[in-house]
């Protein structure tokens, strides 16, 4: 596979620079970041843009690896104009950096949710440097390395009849992941009625709001994950940002434990422990799902319920925002399938009304 490339066809190389695009309507703040990212000595700046409008037009002849996007611009706000960006864009990855993406705001749950990679806070004007400087360049570093590693792999996607009936759901995501989640989500009915475990890499303060959405999205009722909770038909359980989630069996069917000691993964929450719990509880009754992050969390909870002869899906390459951990289990051979989110929603669809 190819990596990330320019409309001209030149590859993401050690001898090019990553591109990066930087849209924001405060001239300080596009010097300042400009300044940041060039002086980096690991990426270029593309141009600095003052409105999604004009970057829109300018992605009809150009090819970036990144956008640094702010939200609150004159005209189209950064999160209206983001699934166009995204589009327009192509394979680029997208970090929004604005003063309404703090920790657990609607804003930043709403632009992951549209398919942004990442989100930081922009400091007041006058204060872009130290800390935010690092931030920015180590976050936009991991994005691009992890991008070219997973454009490394070369795994085609596996298609597959439609799944069987399971009694439990599981789903484990990060970076990218919640718009993927999104549309894996959008693609059950009502109907299908198994409880959904959800392992999202987020900050504990994200998790209230990133509930929520998703009891929207998954037109269920959705609750943060607490000790000895009931596992129940038609409900989703998210994991808290500060705990994995285990599955134990009871007198009535399952429950939820909560595990604080630090994953092999170095994840938390990871998938792991969520994956290998279901495994020795439903067994082959469950599914597990990977979608789109960074990293490898999930590969061992993955084969330890393929052995247990569970159902193990990933999602495919093309678009996942980074490929690490679905491309890790796909390399692995665990998977039965991969596939987009959708797809793998519509198959668990017609499984369970089988």
């Given at each position: 596979?190819?990596a990330v490339a320019l409309k001209s066809g030149e590859p993401v190389t050690s001898q090019r620079r990553?591109?990066?695009?930087?849209?924001?309507?405060?001239?300080?703040?596009?010097?300042?970041?400009?300044?940041?990212?060039?002086?980096?000595?690991?990426?270029?700046?593309?141009?600095?843009?003052?409105?999604?409008?004009?970057?829109?037009?300018?992605?009809?002849?150009?090819?970036?690896?990144?956008?640094?996007?702010?939200?609150?611009?004159?005209?189209?706000?950064?999160?209206?104009?983001?699934?166009?960006?995204?589009?327009?864009?192509?394979?680029?990855?997208?970090?929004?950096?604005?003063?309404?993406?703090?920790?657990?705001?609607?804003?930043?749950?709403?632009?992951?949710?549209?398919?942004?990679?990442?989100?930081?806070?922009?400091?007041?004007?006058?204060?872009?440097?130290?800390?935010?400087?690092?931030?920015?360049?180590?976050?936009?570093?991991?994005?691009?390395?992890?991008?070219?590693?997973?454009?490394?792999?070369?795994?085609?996607?596996?298609?597959?009849?439609?799944?069987?009936?399971?009694?439990?759901?599981?789903?484990?995501?990060?970076?990218?992941?919640?718009?993927?989640?999104?549309?894996?989500?959008?693609?059950?009915?009502?109907?299908?009625?198994?409880?959904?475990?959800?392992?999202?890499?987020?900050?504990?303060?994200?998790?209230?709001?990133?509930?929520?959405?998703?009891?929207?999205?998954?037109?269920?009722?959705?609750?943060?994950?607490?000790?000895?909770?009931?596992?129940?038909?038609?409900?989703?359980?998210?994991?808290?940002?500060?705990?994995?989630?285990?599955?134990?069996?009871?007198?009535?069917?399952?429950?939820?434990?909560?595990?604080?000691?630090?994953?092999?993964?170095?994840?938390?929450?990871?998938?792991?422990?969520?994956?290998?719990?279901?495994?020795?509880?439903?067994?082959?009754?469950?599914?597990?799902?990977?979608?789109?992050?960074?990293?490898?969390?999930?590969?061992?909870?993955?084969?330890?319920?393929?052995?247990a002869g569970g159902l193990v899906v990933a999602q495919d390459k093309a678009t996942s925002v980074v490929?690490?951990?679905?491309?890790?289990?796909?390399?692995?051979?665990?998977?039965?399938?991969?596939?987009?989110?959708?797809?793998?929603?519509?198959?668990?669809?017609?499984?369970?009304?089988?």
């Amino acid at each position: 596979m190819s990596a990330v490339a320019l409309k001209s066809g030149e590859p993401v190389t050690s001898q090019r620079r990553p591109r990066v695009l930087i849209v924001d309507d405060s001239s300080v703040a596009r010097a300042v970041i400009e300044r940041i990212v060039g002086e980096s000595g690991r990426f270029d700046v593309a141009a600095a843009l003052p409105d999604a409008a004009t970057a829109l037009s300018w992605l009809t002849n150009e090819r970036v690896d990144v956008m640094l996007l702010d939200i609150d611009m004159p005209g189209i706000d950064g999160l209206t104009a983001l699934p166009d960006l995204i589009e327009a864009g192509g394979n680029a990855r997208v970090i929004v950096v604005s003063s309404s993406a703090h920790d657990g705001q609607a804003a930043s749950i709403q632009a992951l949710a549209l398919g942004a990679a990442d989100t930081m806070v922009k400091p007041v004007a006058g204060s872009l440097a130290g800390h935010f400087s690092r931030t920015l360049i180590e976050r936009l570093t991991r994005l691009v390395d992890m991008s070219e590693r997973s454009d490394a792999m070369v795994v085609e996607p596996l298609p597959s009849k439609p799944f069987g009936k399971v009694d439990l759901l599981a789903i484990g995501a990060s970076t990218g992941g919640i718009h993927a989640l999104g549309q894996l989500l959008r693609a059950l009915p009502r109907s299908f009625d198994a409880p959904i475990l959800i392992t999202q890499h987020l900050p504990a303060t994200f998790m209230p709001y990133f509930a929520a959405q998703v009891a929207v999205l998954a037109g269920r009722p959705c609750d943060v994950a607490a000790e000895h909770m009931r596992i129940r038909p038609g409900r989703a359980i998210i994991a808290p940002g500060d705990a994995h989630i285990r599955v134990v069996k009871t007198s009535d069917g399952a429950a939820i434990r909560l595990d604080r000691d630090k994953a092999v993964s170095g994840c938390m929450p990871s998938v792991d422990p969520m994956f290998d719990s279901i495994a020795r509880v439903f067994g082959d009754r469950a599914c597990g799902v990977v979608l789109s992050g960074m990293g490898r969390d999930g590969l061992d909870g993955a084969r330890a319920l393929s052995k247990a002869g569970g159902l193990v899906v990933a999602q495919d390459k093309a678009t996942s925002v980074v490929w690490g951990m679905p491309g890790a289990v796909a390399q692995a051979g665990v998977a039965r399938a991969v596939l987009p989110p959708e797809v793998i929603g519509r198959l668990l669809a017609a499984g369970a009304s089988a």
